[in-house]
T-cell receptor
């Protein structure tokens, strides 16, 4: 599959569960991102990995834990989530260049429901 | 603080009519601005970016630093333009701040 893929596409979990979201990019990019898209709120940047190093953590609660084992894969580990964490979680990737802002390429998202 | 404002949540136009989506931003540096689009059942994708100065699918957007705006325009809307449109501001070359989005419906 080409582009940015995310699994699972849908996830329902209880507040005591532990689960992980997976993102894989097939574009040869060197930066990856996690975004949260809630109803009635703008898309929010959660984490940024640049050359596998985390460069941004936008005050995200510790119940969300990212992992980037290599430049093609990105995970979001979830534990003891709250119902308000229910949202669409989007992964994106880009090629960090030497000038100008990157164009980001998005995955289809994982629809997460926390019961 | 909200850096990107899209004042219209919903926009409905007739096919063939002009359409304009408003975007205002707040940023003290040199802004780089984008429009992303999400068609029904498709992923979010780049429509255009201001530094490219190009027209994509008939859409154009001009950066107005005096008015801190980056409005998206198309002279003749088509039914396939129905989608959710997001204005985004790039900070530090890689962080994107998105507006809340505008849902456009083009009616026949």
């Amino acid at each position: 599959e080409t582009g940015v893929t995310q699994t699972p596409r849908h996830l329902v979990m209880g507040m005591t569960n532990k689960k992980s979201l997976k993102c894989e990019q097939h574009l040869g990019h060197n930066a990856m991102y996690w975004y949260k898209q809630s109803a009635k709120k703008p898309l929010e940047l959660m984490f940024v990995y640049n050359f596998k190093e985390q460069t941004e953590n936008n005050s995200v609660p510790s119940r969300f834990s990212p992992e980037c084992p290599n430049s093609s894969h990105l995970f979001l580990h979830l534990h003891t989530l709250q119902p308000e964490d229910s949202a669409l979680y989007l992964c994106a990737s880009s090629q960090r260049g030497t000038s100008g802002a990157d164009t980001q390429y998005f995955g289809p998202g994982t629809r997460l429901t926390v019961l | 603080a909200q850096r990107v404002t899209q004042p219209e949540k919903l926009l409905s136009v007739f096919k063939g009519a002009p359409v304009e989506l408003k975007c205002n931003y707040s940023y003290s540096g040199s802004p780089e601005l984008f429009w992303y689009v999400q068609y029904s059942r498709q992923r979010l994708q780049l429509l255009l970016r201001h530094i490219s100065r190009e027209s994509i699918k008939g859409f154009t957007a001009d950066l107005n630093k005096g008015e801190t705006s980056f409005h998206l325009k198309k002279p003749f809307a088509q039914e396939e333009d129905s989608a959710m449109y997001y204005c985004a501001l790039s900070e530090d070359d890689y962080k994107l701040s998105f507006g809340a989005g505008t849902t456009v419906t083009v009616r026949a």
